[in-house]
């Protein structure tokens, strides 16, 4: 019995072991198992905070790809650099976003893991002009640039459009060819991930419908 490891493909989508068919497998993940669905909660009621969080696991997840490594132990780090390369679209510079990361790893995506909600450095309005309002504080009354982040208002809306944008022309490299160093750390990733080197795992009961990660 076959199973399926993505919405569109089943397991012997992975027989040939070629990067185009992995790149497919991944495409389909994403889009379907992430970028779909957090569209989806987007236009329901009360369904932003829902959809970000489903958007803040973008982050690290890419820079894995991107690396061709684990995150394991490094998931700040990851996520950090991941979030920094999507969200230059916004025009905020590097050093502070490398700081946004920081506190909406710590404040989203921990504090709604670990404490079922975001914590309070965070506001969420699908109605903001910008995908990121950073609020910093003033020192002598002028702002001081390099001072902790008071606040920041995200547009779950508007992180979606920066997402989509990101995988799209990551896809378009990592189709190309001629990009060895990127098609390669790819492949490696998902050697790492998926367990392609592995044995296939032993199911004990009727698989029916399972889908495989």
Do not use: Q
């Not at 068919?21 to 993940?29: C, H, K, P, Q």
């Not at 998931?75 to 991941?82: D, L, N, Q, V």
């Not at 809306?157 to 001629?178: C, G, Q, T, W």
């Amino acid at each position: 019995m076959n199973i399926k490891i993505s919405p569109n493909y089943d397991d012997t989508k992975l027989d040939s072991k070629s990067v185009d068919d992995l790149i497919d497998v991944f495409e389909d993940r994403v889009k379907y198992w992430l970028l779909e669905p957090a569209k989806v909660l987007l236009k329901t009621k009360n369904g932003d905070i829902s959809s970000l969080c489903l958007l803040l696991t973008y982050f690290e997840g890419i820079t894995i790809y991107l690396r061709g490594k684990d995150s394991k132990n490094k998931s700040k780090a990851f996520f950090r650099e991941g979030f920094v390369e999507v969200m230059r679209s916004s025009g905020i510079n590097d050093d502070l976003l490398g700081r946004a990361a920081d506190l909406i790893y710590s404040d989203a995506r921990c504090g709604f893991f670990h404490d079922g909600c975001f914590r309070s450095r965070i506001l969420v309005s699908p109605d903001a002009s910008h995908d990121l309002i950073i609020t910093l504080p003033k020192k002598n009354g002028i702002i001081d640039k390099h001072g902790d982040i008071e606040s920041i208002i995200i547009n779950p809306n508007l992180i979606l459009l920066a997402i989509e944008s990101h995988f799209e022309h990551y896809l378009r490299k990592v189709r190309d060819v001629s990009n060895k160093e990127i098609r390669a750390n790819f492949e490696n990733a998902c050697k790492i991930k998926w367990a392609l080197d592995k044995p296939p795992v032993v199911i004990g009961l009727d698989p029916g419908n399972i889908t495989s990660p």
